[in-house]
């Protein structure tokens, strides 16, 4: 059963020329980053949900900012896995391509992926609370922190996670490159149906993006890459209860074998 799953994929991907991949925290999970409705989603004690708000950050900055600082420490001692890598072939290999993710860590990129959106922003990036600008940054000392030290920016303003938190909008500019895919990609009876791979997300948060729908108005074929079933997984065509780094690394090279 799975094996007529998984060569349907590979029939789609092939004959594909258009692909947006939809990613959630289960895509960086074999690397060893907790996903955060996995193992109680706590940090300290804290559910990361009171942590990850604008009213806690202003409620207290220096536990938003160890909350945070660690996250960002713990980035350095992962890699990108096996799913990041064929993310970033699949980038290569596509003409039309993107990567839509929910991510904040930064695997995508150290794997090589370049049209890659960030919906959710960059644990390695601040913003200003008064100017606004956002800076590449590398992990906040904690020893700063235990000083009671929270950083600023060269206005004067505060810094804080360029990162989407609860209860904030996502950037206009991210929904509209997801817009302008399935408009590029809206059948023409010509080219093969675009295919839309959702892969690591429970869909708690994504599954109000609208992205299926969009996605159906568009004519694509819709595949889920998990091992657990998600609140999107009754909009799938397809899905494929493996783990993604497993399920990528095995189907790729058939996607790309040359064919006789
Ligand atoms: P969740 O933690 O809610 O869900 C992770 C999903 O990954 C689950 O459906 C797991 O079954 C699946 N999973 C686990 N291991 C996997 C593997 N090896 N391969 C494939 N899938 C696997 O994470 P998200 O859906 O990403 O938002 O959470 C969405 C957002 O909620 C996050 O971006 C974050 C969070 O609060 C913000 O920070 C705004």
């Known amino acids: 059963m799975s094996a007529k799953r998984e060569a349907k994929l590979i029939g789609w991907l092939r004959?594909?020329?258009?692909?947006?991949?939809?990613?959630?925290?289960?895509?960086?999970?074999?690397?060893?980053?907790?996903?955060?409705?996995?193992?109680?989603g706590l940090w300290e004690g804290h559910r990361v949900e009171d942590v990850a708000t604008p009213e806690a950050f202003e409620r207290d900055p220096l536990l938003v900012w160890r909350f945070y600082a660690a996250r960002q420490?713990?980035?350095?001692?992962?890699?990108?896995?096996?799913?990041?890598?064929?993310?970033?072939?699949?980038d290569a290999h596509f003409p039309e391509f993107l990567l839509v993710s929910q991510n904040v860590d930064n695997l995508h990129e150290r794997a090589g992926s370049e049209r890659l959106v960030k919906l959710?922003?960059?644990?390695?990036?601040?913003?200003?609370?008064?100017?606004?600008?956002?800076?590449?940054?590398?992990?906040?000392?904690?020893?700063?922190?235990?000083?009671?030290?929270?950083?600023?920016?060269?206005?004067?303003?505060?810094?804080?996670?360029?990162?989407?938190?609860?209860?904030?909008?996502l950037l206009a500019e991210h929904l509209r490159a997801l817009e302008a895919f399935f408009e590029r990609a809206a059948p023409d009876g010509k080219a093969s149906p675009p295919v839309v791979l959702i892969i690591g997300t429970s869909g708690s948060v994504s599954g109000g993006y609208g992205l299926t729908q969009a996605a159906r108005r568009s004519g694509a074929r819709l595949v889920?890459?998990?091992?657990?079933?998600?609140?999107?997984?009754?909009?799938?065509?397809?899905?494929?209860?493996?783990?993604?780094?497993?399920?990528?690394?095995?189907?790729?090279?058939?996607?790309?074998?040359?064919?006789?």
């Open 15 to 40: 004959a594909a020329e258009r692909v947006l991949a939809f990613c959630g925290a289960g895509v960086s999970a074999e690397s060893g980053v907790p996903t955060f409705r996995g193992a109680g």
């Open 73 to 90: 420490k713990a980035l350095q001692e992962v890699e990108p896995n096996p799913a990041h890598r064929v993310l970033a072939a699949m």
């Open 120 to 169: 959710h922003g960059s644990l390695m990036e601040t913003r200003c609370t008064e100017c606004e600008r956002v800076t590449p940054c590398d992990p906040l000392p904690e020893a700063e922190l235990d000083a009671g030290r929270l950083p600023h920016c060269r206005c004067g303003g505060l810094l804080r996670p360029n990162v989407v938190w609860f209860g904030e909008y």
């Open 224 to 260: 889920e890459i998990n091992p657990a079933p998600s609140l999107l997984s009754r909009e799938v065509d397809l899905p494929l209860r493996e783990p993604a780094g497993v399920l990528l690394a095995r189907i790729w090279p058939e996607v790309t074998r040359e064919q006789r």
